[in-house]
């Protein structure tokens, strides 16, 4: 499968960003969808096709879509990669902060599920690709919300991918980490250990777009990436059975104050 076109959601920064110049570097017709809108960006890139829109917002994706469907426009892939990640997990607990990783994490990719399976099938195959997680085996007591949304995205795409299996819908799902993005950054979230880890472990944004690319060309069901860190995550979940605390919230004291909520973002 050759891509000749394709849509990315959450292209500000990070693995989106560096989906998208890989793609217009390759001659790609590309659509990039995000809240906001980057001058610079779309100033480098003029043949690329910039959306601004909500994508937890069903109604603005339909529309899109919708558009884009009656344009004979639609995109070969779909890689829906906007998301955030925040600490939300301490005593003084906020749901607005939880719900609104949710709302972009796991609704941001859903809303563009359910108009694609109400489109008319075409000839060929069209790949969804969702961008999720390996937190999905060791959790991230720090951010409750990053966890659930991507363990809830990665089980939808499942059970898609066997759903739609044999037809023109491909549902993928890409298991990452640790990746050098703004996420990855949030180093003072987590314990030093942690930190030396994930540095000895972690790739670059642009090489896990390569994989991603290669990967949006096939129908396997799941890519794990980078394959040097199985090892690390098999580790660490087999040791949050054996070790008492392992990878856990911790304990709490009267009258902390709640720390500065840190706040990372592919799309924003």
Known sequence: MTVESVLITGTTTGVGRALLELYAAAGARVISVNRRRIPELEARYPAVRFECLDVSS???????????????ELPDVFILNAGINRTDNDESFELSSYKSVIETNLYGALSFVQPLTRLARGSSARHVV???????YVGNPYGLGYTTSKQA???????WSRMYAGTDLVFQRVMLGPVRTAMYTMHETFPGWMVWIKNAFSVTPEDTAR???RFATTRRRRLFYPWRALGLYVG??????L????????KTRAGHVRRLVRTAENDE
């Open 58 to 72: 069903d109604q603005e994706v339909d529309r899109l879509l919708r558009q884009l469907a009656e344009s004979s």
């Open 130 to 136: 969702a961008i999720s997680s390996m937190v999905n």
């Open 153 to 159: 995205l990665t089980t939808c795409f499942d059970v």
């Open 211 to 213: 994989a991603v690319r």
């Open 236 to 241: 660490m979940w087999l040791s949050r059975g």
């Open 243 to 250: 070790v008492p605390g392992f990878l856990r919230g911790q």
